[in-house]
């Protein structure tokens, strides 16, 4: 692990990563839930009161990953005042990338007029920020890089069947990015720790079938025709069940790795999955609502750049201050869940 000299006691001391900067952008479109009921049979009491979710923000025509992916960054690079010469890693959490691959951080390194640095996709679904945010720590607290842009960015709803086939996924879905910049902590604010997980067994309750390069989905014109494949699936009452249980959980790892109490935390940033689920967790841990951010309301579910956007408004609302313990909490497809304990 890499030891640094403080400047001010010559004390040596673990060097870690903090976040410097942060940004969002999502799609012009607003849809509202009475929009909904023009593509399909639903209710906007049933989605607000299985969901908390009022409205989402959908891309439009040739909108994609990147182009939500590219306003966020430069927000982010902004607010940190970093400079594309100075990024030397890019991670972009999403599972809608533009194309099937290359990953969107290639096309964001361009967009972005970076140097030829190191450029990955990860594909953690909900997530996949938080595991991003802690492969970006893990880097430059070796100190093999210095400046990172970590982005989560979806454009999800290209793949969502929007009748009433589809309904009980397209409803809760939105479109969106949020990004933010890591760079060495100079004092005690930082990622404290990070913890990740992941179970397999039962990736089938979330999850889409292709395109992929199991034996059966390969694309030819019986798959198209029947199009079985190419929109998600989700065992929504299974999620919920998980959920609920791995969100107390990893939040509760996080406190107990850095020996917090759930009083020492200004604010839980959860994963923004369901408003239920989150009320589900916040009455489990046996704390208010209050010491949740949720902006679920206006964005629906946005996967992986859930967690980005709820910060940066959380931080636009004054709700984070120095000095403060947050907790990123994620869970999702996988099933994937993860948190990060973060001194801001
Ligand atoms: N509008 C109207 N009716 C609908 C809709 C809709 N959009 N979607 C489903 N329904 C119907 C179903 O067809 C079913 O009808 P039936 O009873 O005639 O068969 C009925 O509503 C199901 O109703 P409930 O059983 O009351 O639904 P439930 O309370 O289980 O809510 C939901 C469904 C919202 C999906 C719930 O299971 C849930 O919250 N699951 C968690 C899933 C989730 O939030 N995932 C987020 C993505 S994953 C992640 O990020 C972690």
Redesign the pocket.
Known sequence: MKLEQTESTGVARMRKSAIKGIGYHVPAQVITNHDLIDL????EE??KT??GIEERHWVKGDEAASDLAFPASKRAMDMAGVSPEDIDLVIVATISADYFFPGVSAQLQDMLGLRNVAAFDIRAA?SAFVYSISIADQFIRTGMYNTALVVGAEAQTKFINKSTEG??I???FGDGAGAAILQPSIDESGILSTHLHCQGKDMKN?WMEGPGSSGSNQINKLTIEQARTYEPF?N??E??KN?VVRFPEVIQEALDKNNLSIDDVSLIIP?Q??L??IQSVAKRMGVGMDKFYTNIQKYG?T?AASIPIALCEAFDEGKIKAGDYLILAA???GYTWASAAIRW
């Open positions: 399909m049979e639903t209710s049933w989605i299985r969901s909900c309904r009980d397209a409803v809760l979330l989700m929504g009452r999620v919920f959920a994963h999955a369901n239920r689920i579910n996967t869970f999702g497809a």
